[in-house]
């Protein structure tokens, strides 16, 4: 099979494509045929050396696709040839053929677009565990998400809005600005902006997946509010004081979606919950750009020179 693949870590130019020995099933696995394989900034990670990478020879990335089944293993019985699949946390993704455990695999259903799916998959469940295990927010709360613009917080963002919650975000464009209002935000403040005035002590829900962000976020919190901090796509945090919270009746959750999609009940529940928004039309996204998987290299330094808005997904 076509497979992008590398045997050193770093840059780009480490990355390969070509022939590699296609994948074997077991009993308890299914052969999945890719159609649209997501990208994510934690590839880049891998790639350079710096983030967890499941040993193989040679390396190959990705954890997140969607496809057809095209082989099923003697002990399965949830899943049949030609049905539409997809996972998240499953390695040796950057391929034609990935063999995943079935209780990995998420059905597709018939009734929405395979490349919309494939669009929202990795980020639509962060937004879902972010939303409805962290936030728990309840209609007329007044919620803060920083990176609104981004792949989770254009999901959040929606799913929020249309759960009644009234959602206020901050984004470095206009552009962005302009987008994050058509969905639902009721204001949005620009980063360039002195924006921070008469804001402190005004959200019950700070959501920060910026990181270095942490202290501002928790000024934005009214005293019991909360600060949901689950990632540094702007660097990491600075350390923080639990007394000061404790003074303020102020609390930091966090979370890893990991820890949520722990068994095939859990993953089945989770995308059930984050299809029923799409197939109610209460969230759209920004079209994908898609590259061959031939192409990988240039989709990769797509990703990483930040010009990207919306999901990169790669088509073999
Ligand atoms: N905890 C989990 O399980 C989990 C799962 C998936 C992702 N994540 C984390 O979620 C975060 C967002 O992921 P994503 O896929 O949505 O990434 P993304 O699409 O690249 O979005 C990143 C956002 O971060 C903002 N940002 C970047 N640098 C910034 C800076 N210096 N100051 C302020 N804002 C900055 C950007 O805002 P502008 O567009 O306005 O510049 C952008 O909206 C990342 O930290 C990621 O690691 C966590």
Same mark, same amino acid.
Do not use: C
């Given at each position: 099979?076509?497979?992008?693949?590398?045997?050193?870590?770093?840059?780009?130019?480490?990355?390969?494509?070509?022939?590699?020995?296609?994948?074997?099933?077991?009993?308890?696995?299914?052969?999945?045929?890719?159609?649209?394989?997501?990208?994510?900034?934690?590839?880049?990670?891998?790639?350079?050396?710096?983030?967890?990478?499941?040993?193989?020879?040679?390396?190959?990335?990705?954890?997140?696709?969607?496809?057809?089944?095209?082989?099923?293993?003697?002990?399965?019985?949830?899943?049949?040839?030609?049905?539409?699949?997809?996972?998240?946390?499953?390695?040796?993704?950057?391929?034609?053929?990935?063999?995943?455990?079935?209780?990995?695999?998420?059905?597709?259903?018939?009734?929405?677009?395979?490349?919309?799916?494939?669009?929202?998959?990795?980020?639509?469940?962060?937004?879902?565990?972010?939303?409805?295990?962290?936030?728990?927010?309840?209609?007329?709360? !007044?919620?803060?998400?920083?990176? @609104?613009?981004? +792949? $989770? /917080?254009?999901? *959040?963002? #929606?799913? =929020?809005?249309?759960?009644?919650?009234?959602?206020?975000?901050?984004?470095?464009?206009?552009?962005?600005?302009?987008?994050?209002?058509?969905?639902?935000?009721?204001?949005?403040?620009?980063?360039?902006?002195?924006?921070?005035?008469?804001? !402190?002590?005004?959200?019950?829900? @700070?959501?920060? +997946? $910026? /990181?270095?962000? *942490?202290? #501002?976020? =928790?000024?934005?919190?009214?005293?019991?509010?909360?600060?949901?901090?689950?990632?540094?796509?702007?660097?990491?945090?600075?350390?923080?004081?639990?007394?000061?919270?404790?003074?303020?009746?102020?609390?930091?959750?966090?979370?890893?979606?990991?820890?949520?999609?722990?068994?095939?009940?859990?993953?089945?529940?989770?995308?059930?919950?984050?299809?029923?928004?799409?197939?109610?039309?209460?969230?759209?996204?920004?079209?994908?750009?898609?590259?061959?998987?031939?192409?990988?290299?240039?989709?990769?330094?797509?990703?990483?020179?930040?010009?990207?808005?919306?999901?990169?997904?790669?088509?073999?």
């Amino acid at each position: 099979m076509k497979a992008l693949y590398f045997n050193n870590f770093g840059d780009n130019s480490v990355l390969k494509y070509g022939n590699i020995q296609s994948p074997q099933i077991n009993a308890e696995q299914i052969l999945v045929k890719t159609q649209f394989i997501g990208l994510n900034f934690a590839d880049i990670y891998r790639r350079r050396g710096t983030y967890h990478i499941e040993k193989h020879h040679p390396y190959i990335n990705g954890y997140e696709a969607l496809g057809e089944v095209v082989a099923v293993g003697s002990h399965i019985n949830d899943f049949k040839l030609g049905d539409t699949v997809f996972f998240v946390d499953v390695p040796f993704a950057n391929a034609e053929y990935v063999s995943v455990p079935s209780e990995n695999a998420i059905i597709v259903p018939e009734n929405l677009d395979p490349k919309i799916i494939a669009s929202v998959g990795l980020q639509g469940l962060t937004a879902d565990f972010l939303a409805h295990d962290l936030g728990k927010n309840l209609p007329g709360n !007044n919620v803060f998400i920083h990176g @609104i613009s981004g +792949g $989770v /917080g254009q999901i *959040l963002s #929606q799913m =929020l809005t249309s759960d009644g919650i009234n959602v206020y975000g901050i984004t470095s464009t206009l552009a962005k600005q302009t987008l994050a209002l058509q969905q639902g935000a009721v204001k949005i403040f620009l980063r360039n902006t002195p924006w921070n005035q008469n804001l !402190n002590g005004k959200f019950d829900t @700070i959501y920060d +997946g $910026v /990181g270095k962000t *942490l202290e #501002q976020s =928790l000024a934005l919190a009214t005293n019991k509010g909360k600060v949901i901090f689950y990632g540094m796509s702007g660097g990491n945090p600075p350390k923080i004081d639990p007394i000061k919270l404790l003074n303020q009746s102020k609390s930091i959750l966090t979370g890893d979606l990991w820890d949520y999609l722990s068994n095939a009940i859990e993953r089945k529940k989770r995308s059930q919950r984050l299809f029923s928004y799409f197939q109610e039309n209460k969230i759209k996204i920004s079209e994908p750009t898609i590259f061959s998987l031939a192409d990988g290299q240039k989709a990769y330094e797509y990703l990483e020179s930040g010009k990207s808005a919306g999901k990169i997904l790669l088509k073999p």
